[in-house]
């Protein structure tokens, strides 16, 4: 049986293996990463700085620059609030302080039982309809609180 860290690391080396040889392929690997285990190891950024020819500051500098980018297993569900200015102007403040009291955590934490990550994105595309949140990938606008909820309470649901 491998470690979680072995599987990893596999999912590294398949990304680099996959699309190292692509021109700046930095955010191409990340992604290929991010894509099979939901997050970037902060393991896997040794190999991938080596793969690529980079600093690990280099690569750690990536993760830790794009919103996207995690380096933590996310919770089941993923909820994404956009902090963009459009939807700030619509009442996103307001959205942001409830969905972090209602679940208990704040952006870029997980619940304690692991099943709900809440993440700060800058913006959605949804400008017209904010405030936006996006739910395991799925985007709903003009959110209240209390449409937040009833989004919450129909995922977990499922």
């Not at 020819?53 to 609030?81: C, D, I, M, N």
């Not at 302080?97 to 870029?108: E, T």
């Amino acid at each position: 049986m491998s470690s979680p860290e072995a599987h990893e690391l596999a999912a590294v080396e398949a990304a680099i293996e996959r699309f190292g040889q692509q021109p700046g392929p930095l955010l191409v690997v990340l992604h290929g990463v991010q894509d099979s285990l939901g997050y970037i190891p902060t393991a896997g950024i040794p190999r991938i700085a080596e793969a690529l020819h980079l600093s690990r500051a280099e690569v750690h500098g990536v993760v830790t620059f794009y919103h996207y980018f995690r380096t933590h297993k996310p919770g089941r569900r993923v909820v994404q609030v956009c902090r963009a200015e459009a939807c700030q102007a619509r009442g996103g403040a307001a959205l942001e302080a409830h969905a972090k009291s209602r679940l208990g955590v704040d952006f870029h934490e997980t619940t304690t039982d692991g099943a709900t990550t809440l993440e700060a994105v800058y913006c959605l595309g949804n400008c017209a309809t904010g405030p936006a949140v996006r739910i395991d990938g799925r985007l709903h606008g003009a959110v209240t609180a209390e449409r937040f909820d009833a989004l919450l309470a129909a995922g977990e649901s499922k």
